[in-house]
Every structure is written in C-alpha cells, then in structure tokens.
C-alpha cells in the first residue's frame, strides 16, 4: 500500500507543479490584461483658454456672378474664451464651452454690395465698366458660444502632444457694415480717396449656426468651419454659407 500511497502523491504533486508552472507562464499577459487604469496628472493643464483664429474665408454656394467678382484672399479673426472640464473617466477626453467674437470679411473687385438699399432683394452691382472702388469689403461679426469636445492623446503635457476637437457654435449678429476705399472711374482714374462705410444688417441672417473642427499639436492647430445657416435671408440673396479654414492658437 505504502509505494502505491506515495505514487499517488507524487503523481498530485507533479500535477501541482505543472499547473503552478503554467500559472507563472501565463502571470505576465494576465497582468497586462487587469493592469492599473493610467493616471493622469493634470496640475499643468489650464480649465481656461485664450482661443485665437487666423482665418481664410470663402462663400459656398455663390453664383458666378458673385464669385468671379471676390478677390484675393479673404482674411479674418476670431477670439475665445474657452472653459475646459476633462472626463473623470476618461482626462484624455474634455468638454468645452466659451464666449467670444467671430468675423468674416469678403472683398470685391469691381463689385458694389449695396446693403443700405430699400429694395426687396440684396443689390450686388458689377461696376466693371463703371466707377468702382479700389478696395470693397463686406465684413460680419457675431457675438459667439463655441462648444467643442476635444481630444488629447497625453492630458499630462498639454504643450507637448496630439490633439483634435469637434464642436458647434452659436452666434448672433452684432455688427455688419460694408467699406469701400479709393474711388476710381472705368479707366482706373482715382476721382477721391475717401472712405465710404455703409452699417445695416438688414438683408442678413442674425443667427449663425455653424459646425467647427480642429488638429494639432501643442498650442497651434489647424481648424475649419462651415456654416448650417445661410448669410443672408430667405428670398434676398443666393443661398450663400461661409466657410473658413485656418490656424488657432491657444492651450486646447
């Protein structure tokens, strides 16, 4: 009995090492699977942000009347302030809520947008044979609420990482006024060189609903926007909505 008693024992304890061995081996990828959630350490990272744009408008949906009559380069701001608030669950993830003014400018070659006219519809006069201002701009500012979800790929060196942001805004006009310099006739004769400003947001739409997005790294990142609203009302202009691509700079 007693050979047979210690076979049987030695036989359990062969069986029990063996599983301890295989537990070992298989301790490192388990390990791995149940591993801590990381911590983040956010004492560097600001709740609030200066948010500033540098932008490049555009008109979508402009006839070609219009458009062949834009010039250039159609260059505006935009200033934020941003309160950011990370995920608990997640810091890698945050919201964030703000106040600010947006700007859009569009300038025109031999092209006057009369909006101090009474008539129903938006007059855009092409004057290419006619006196024309050198310089005509048409510019549009809101009084702003952007609101954004953002990402960042380590919440711990806001400065030194990837990030990324999808987000609306809200606006309402505060301000919208054309500005024509330098006026020339058909030859290109200057005939004075005074400033002539028109303020009326008559033909425009006052609320502004746009959806916004943004890529970077550090401080600066590349953003777009693009309007769900129309520029102007119903019925008074082509069915026109901005669009604006550029660089932002701030702590998102």
Known sequence: MQPTIFAAQEFIMRKIIVILIALTAALPSFSQEVKKK??????????????????????????????SHIKGFQKSANVYVMLDKP?????????????????????????????????IKLPFRAVDNLDNYK????????????????FSSDPSNPNKTFKAALGIKFGTLVNAH????????????VLNSKTVKENSKSYFNTTRLAATARVGYGNFSLFGAYSLTGIFKDGVAPDIKGMQIGLTFSGL
């Open 135 to 150: 310089k005509f701009k048409l510019t549009a500012a809101f009084l702003e609420v952007p609101l954004e979800l953002r």
């Open 87 to 119: 995920f608990k669950a997640n810091p890698r993830f945050s919201i964030a809520a703000g106040l600010g003014v947006g700007t859009t400018n569009i300038y025109f070659k031999k092209m006057i947008v009369d909006i101090g006219s009474t008539s």
């Open 38 to 67: 990381k911590v983040y350490d956010l004492t560097n990272r600001a709740a609030d942000h200066f948010v500033v744009q540098f932008a490049l408008n555009n008109w979508q949906g402009a006839p070609d009347s219009i458009s």
């Open 178 to 189: 054309s500005k024509g310099k330098i006026l020339r006739n058909a030859a290109g004769t």
